[in-house]
C-alpha cells in the first residue's frame, strides 16, 4: 500500500515540484513549491481527519495534495489535467492500487477553478486546502512598487487560517488583510471563482463555507 512518507521521499517527484516552481517562477507567479504543496497535503489531512473519514481516504488526500501542482512542469494552463496524467503515470509506476490511483487522479485533475468540480471527498478537501493558501511568503517580487494585483493580493495577507467548528457545519477561511498592499475588493476581483469553487467542495463535505476577512464575514 502507497504511502505519502514513500511519496514524499520520492526524488523524481521532488525534482518535478522544483522544476514546475521554476517554470512558474519565471511566469511571474506566487511560489507553488514545497511550502505550498505540503501545505495544501497535511490541511486537506487535517479536513478529511476532522470529518471522520478513515485514515486511508486522509493519506489519499495528501498524497493527492502533494502531487497537485505538477502539471505546472508542462504548461501552467490545463495544468490539473497534465498533472493528472502525470501523477497516474508516477503511481502506477509505484505499484499504486488502481482504485486509490483513481482517487487521487481525480482529485488532482480537478482541483483548478476554470475546471474543477469537487466529484470527490478527497477532490473538495484539497480544492479547499488549495483555495486557502494566500499568504505573504508566496509573493516572489521583492520590488512592491511592481505588483501586479496578484502579488498586492497575497502580499497584503498577513495571516490565513482554514479551521472547521466543533460542531463540523462550518468551515471558516479567516484571512488577515494589511490593506495598504491590497484592498477586501482586489481579493475578490481575482479569487470570486475560487471562493465559489470552495462553498461548492464546502457543500461535498456537508459543510458551509464562510469567508472571514478582518473579523467581518464576507460569504
Known sequence: ??????????EAIKTYIIRADESLGALGYTEHSFAHVLHVAETAGYILKTMGYDERTVELAKIAGYLHDIGNLVNRKDHAQSGAVMAWSILNDMGCDPAEMATIVTAIGNHDEGTGVPVNTVAAAMI???KADVRRSRV???DISKFDIHD???YSVTKSV???NEEKTL???KLSVDTRFGSVMDYFEIFMTRM???RKAAEKLGLQFKLIINEQQLI
Open 171 to 173: 468551515v471558516k477561511l
Open 128 to 130: 479547499l486546502a488549495d
Open 196 to 198: 465559489v469553487l470552495c
Open 1 to 10: 500500500m502507497l504511502t505519502y512518507d514513500e511519496i514524499t521521499k520520492s
Open 152 to 154: 498586492r493580493v497575497n
Open 140 to 142: 516572489r517580487n521583492t
Open 162 to 164: 482554514l479551521k472547521i
